[in-house]
């Protein structure tokens, strides 16, 4: 009686492992990717599903503790942590990945422009990047501005945008044209768009032309340095022009 019981019970508590691979999955991309390969441990059904997550997820804080970690500590952490992302990228079998969020303090600039270049070439649908270098700033590689499925780009601080004359995401910004004056437009052109951020206080030119499936936005665009030069009268009515044919543009939000 005692050993039927002990089945049964055996049978409820390892419930979850009896779903299927894509769920189980699903469930592991809501946990960071230190988390999600620490659930290979808990048993053989387990040991490789981490490999299949479509959703990396890297925070340099989850390991490093700077708090609580002597100089020498952080170095030998921080060369972890280095390891620990490659090995993760080289093992991992996603395919197309959709979101790779990497939170990264340090100096390993290499490291870091190789795991973004990982990401793209893995089709990755949302970048989510948040670094803070002690030595430069990252600057993202040629393939970033020619994505065909990036949808989602979050850049925060230590970041360099070496802008190329065109620039072509189709289910986001369409193109970024500099012009030989050193005069930025923004042009969108993104019929897949739903949700446009933009914060730019440095074009001239924002032409929005293809938004039909835009749900939300924000707009935070302030005068270039040339229409603060200007006198308040010219400067204030060339901001307000801009602004004013942006927002009748996207009016449909």
């Not at 603060?228 to 927002?247: K, Q, V």
Request: net charge negative.
């Amino acid at each position: 009686m005692a050993e039927v019981m002990d089945s049964k019970f055996e049978q409820r508590r390892d419930r979850i492992s009896n779903l299927p691979d894509a769920l189980l999955c699903h469930i592991l991309s809501f946990l960071p990717t230190k988390f999600a390969l620490g659930t290979s441990i808990l048993s053989k059904r387990w040991r490789y599903l981490w490999k299949s997550v479509p959703i990396l997820d890297f925070d340099d804080d989850l390991l490093l503790n700077r708090n609580a970690a002597t100089p020498a500590e952080l170095e030998e952490r921080t060369i972890m942590f280095l390891n620990f992302v490659d090995r993760v990228l080289f093992h991992s079998d996603v395919s197309s990945v959709q979101k790779f969020r990497l939170l990264y303090y340090g100096s390993r600039l290499d490291s870091v422009y190789s795991w973004i270049c990982t990401a793209l070439g893995r089709r990755v649908q949302e970048l989510d990047l948040n670094f803070l270098m002690l030595h430069g700033d990252i600057e993202l590689p040629p393939m970033f501005f020619i994505s065909k499925t990036l949808v989602v780009v979050k850049l925060w601080h230590a970041i360099f945008l070496d802008i190329p004359s065109t620039v072509w995401l189709p289910n986001a910004f369409s193109s970024l044209d500099e012009e030989e004056e050193q005069e930025y437009e923004v042009v969108v052109d993104a019929p897949n768009l739903e949700y446009f951020t933009i914060t730019d206080y440095v074009s001239k030119k924002h032409l929005v032309n293809n938004i039909s499936s835009l749900i939300k936005a924000f707009i935070d665009i302030g005068p270039d340095s040339e229409e603060f030069e200007e006198s308040s009268h010219n400067g204030h009515m060339s901001y307000r022009g801009r602004i004013s044919e942006l927002l009748r543009r996207i009016s449909n939000v």
